[in-house]
Nanobody, 125 residues
Framework: QVQLVESGGGLVQAGGSLRLSCAAS????????MGWFRQAPGKEREFVAA????????DYADSVKGRFTISRDNAKNTVYLQMNSLKPEDTAVYYC??????????????????WGQGTQVTVSS
């Protein structure tokens, strides 16, 4: 079965950095688009970033563009989210997502069908 396990969350001061990792298994990772989403208390889950199966295409929410970088290592079945210049408004539970049931798709922000359990990121001011 599909498994997505996030790690790397924690507490950091504003302006600091964190790197999230998501270890994937149970599907053809190298042919599946991957993404990161987040959900702050009292808010809906929102798109953060996505990377295509080919690694050639990435997409970012305007709120994180220039500060966050998504990457993947298909040999390790792992996707990463490097978060720099963190702000208190980045505080949220961050979820790894996969389009595990469909392969070789064009990158989009919707249609992710598998989710990790989430990792908490807290940015103090």
């Amino acid at each position: 079965q599909v498994q997505l396990v996030e790690s790397g969350g924690g507490l950091v001061q504003a302006g600091g950095s964190l790197r999230l990792s998501c270890a994937a298994s149970g599907f053809t990772f190298s042919r599946s688009n991957m993404g990161w989403f987040r959900q702050a208390p009292g808010k809906e889950r929102e798109f953060v970033a996505a990377v295509s199966w080919s690694v050639r295409t990435t997409d970012y929410a305007d709120s994180v563009k220039g500060r966050f970088t998504i990457s993947r290592d298909n040999a390790k079945n792992t996707v990463y989210l490097q978060m720099n210049s963190l702000k208190p408004e980045d505080t949220a539970v961050y979820y790894c997502a996969a389009k595990a049931s469909q392969i070789l798709l064009r990158l989009s922000r919707s249609g992710f069908d598998s989710w990790g359990q989430g990792t908490q990121v807290t940015v103090s001011s």
